[in-house]
C-alpha cells in the first residue's frame, strides 16, 4: 500500500462524514489518524455539538461494529466489561460479554461517571483486551474508543484520572459551528433527526485495509532533526514553569505515531515540523498538569503547549 491509497481514504472519508456532521472535518480527519496510529479520541464540548454523531458516522463508514455505552454515576465495571454467569445445565461457567466488546466504542459522557468505573476502560485502551476472572480476551487490533464528556464545569461530572486522560491519543474540543454550517444543519436536519440510513452512506474502507495501512504507516520516515525536534517539546512541558507535571515519555511514542500518520494522510511518505506543530496541542494538552499558581491565573494547557511550540526551534 502507498501513502497516496491511505490519503485518498482520508479525502472520503472527510467528505462522507461532512454529509452528516457539518463543520467538523478536521475532527474527521483526526479520527482518522488516531485509528491509523492504534490510538483513541476523547471529544470535549457542551451537549448538542454532534459529538456522539460524529462517532456514529465514522463507524458507519469505517464499517466497524459499534457499540454505545452511556455513563452514568450508578454504572458499574460490570456493565462495561461482562460478567461470568453460572450456567446450571451445563454446570459451567460462561462469558457475557458486555458492550466493550466491539470495534468502535463509543463511551458516552465519559465523565459523568465515577472513577471506579471509568477505570474499567484502562486495560481495553492499553492493551486491547479485557482480563475477567483471570482469563484474558482479545479485543483485535481494530478496537477504537471514542469518549465525550462535557466540560467540568457542567454539574454532575468527575474529572477523568490522570492515567486514563494518557490513554488518549488527542482530546479535541467542539465548539460551536459557524453560521453557514449551523444553517446547513437546519436545512438537513431541522424537520426531523433522521437515522443514518437515510443518508445512505457508503463504507469507505474496512478492517481489512488496517493492517496494511498501519504498515504503511510505520514505513513512513521522521528524519533525526525533525525526532529531535518532537522530543524538545515534550521535554520541554517537564521544565516549563507554570507546569507540575509535564507530558511522560508514552507521550513521546504517541507523537511520532499521529505525526507519520497525518503525513500518511496527506500523502506524504516523510514527517515535517509542520505535522509535529499541528498535533501538539490535541496530544499534549490533556497529558500535562498546571501548578496550583497558574491554574488560579486562569491559565489552560493548551496555550502552555502553544507557547512551548513557538519557543523550540523548528528544524529547517
Not at 460478567?83 to 470495534?103: A, Q, R, V
Not at 476472572?133 to 465525550?148: K, M, N
Request: proline share 5%; with cysteine; net charge negative.
Amino acid at each position: 500500500m502507498q501513502v497516496e491509497q491511505i490519503a485518498e481514504v482520508a479525502t472520503r472519508l472527510r467528505e462522507q462524514i461532512g454529509r452528516v456532521v457539518m463543520g467538523q472535518e478536521e475532527h474527521a480527519d483526526s479520527l482518522f489518524v488516531a485509528w491509523l496510529a492504534a490510538g483513541h479520541v476523547l471529544l470535549e464540548g457542551v451537549p448538542g455539538t454532534a459529538k456522539t454523531l460524529l462517532a456514529r458516522t465514522a463507524a458507519k463508514s469505517l464499517k466497524l461494529s459499534y457499540r454505545r455505552i452511556q455513563f452514568t454515576p450508578d454504572l458499574m465495571p460490570a456493565d462495561v466489561l461482562g460478567t461470568n454467569l453460572f450456567d446450571f445445565e451445563s454446570n459451567k461457567f460462561s462469558l457475557s460479554k458486555g458492550p466493550i466488546f466491539t470495534e468502535l466504542l463509543l463511551a458516552d459522557e465519559i465523565n459523568r461517571t465515577p472513577p471506579k468505573t471509568q477505570s474499567a476502560l484502562l486495560e481495553a485502551m492499553q492493551e486491547r483486551s479485557v482480563t475477567l476472572d483471570g482469563t484474558t480476551y482479545e479485543l483485535g487490533s481494530a478496537f477504537f474508543v471514542i469518549a465525550t464528556q462535557n466540560p467540568i464545569e457542567q454539574e454532575g461530572t468527575y474529572p477523568l484520572p490522570e492515567a486514563q486522560l494518557d490513554r488518549f491519543l488527542f482530546k479535541l474540543q467542539v465548539g460551536y459551528p459557524s453560521r453557514e454550517d449551523e444553517r446547513r444543519m437546519a436545512e438537513v436536519h431541522g424537520q426531523a433527526v433522521p437515522a443514518l440510513d437515510a443518508f445512505e452512506l457508503e463504507t469507505v474502507v474496512g478492517t481489512e485495509f488496517l493492517t496494511e495501512a498501519r504498515q504503511c504507516v510505520r514505513e513512513v520516515r521522521i528524519e533525526a532533526d525533525v525526532l529531535d525536534y518532537l522530543v524538545d517539546i515534550v521535554r520541554a512541558t517537564r521544565e516549563h514553569p507554570a507546569l507540575r507535571c509535564g507530558a511522560s515519555p508514552r507521550a513521546v511514542n504517541m507523537l511520532a505515531a499521529a505525526a507519520r500518520a497525518l503525513a500518511a494522510t496527506q500523502g506524504m511518505e516523510f514527517v515535517i515540523p509542520d505535522h509535529v506543530q499541528q498535533l501538539a496541542v490535541p496530544l499534549l494538552a490533556h497529558r500535562i498538569v498546571l501548578t496550583p499558581s497558574a491554574d488560579i491565573e486562569g491559565q489552560v494547557g493548551s496555550a502552555v503547549v502553544e507557547s512551548i511550540v513557538k519557543q523550540v526551534k523548528a528544524p529547517r
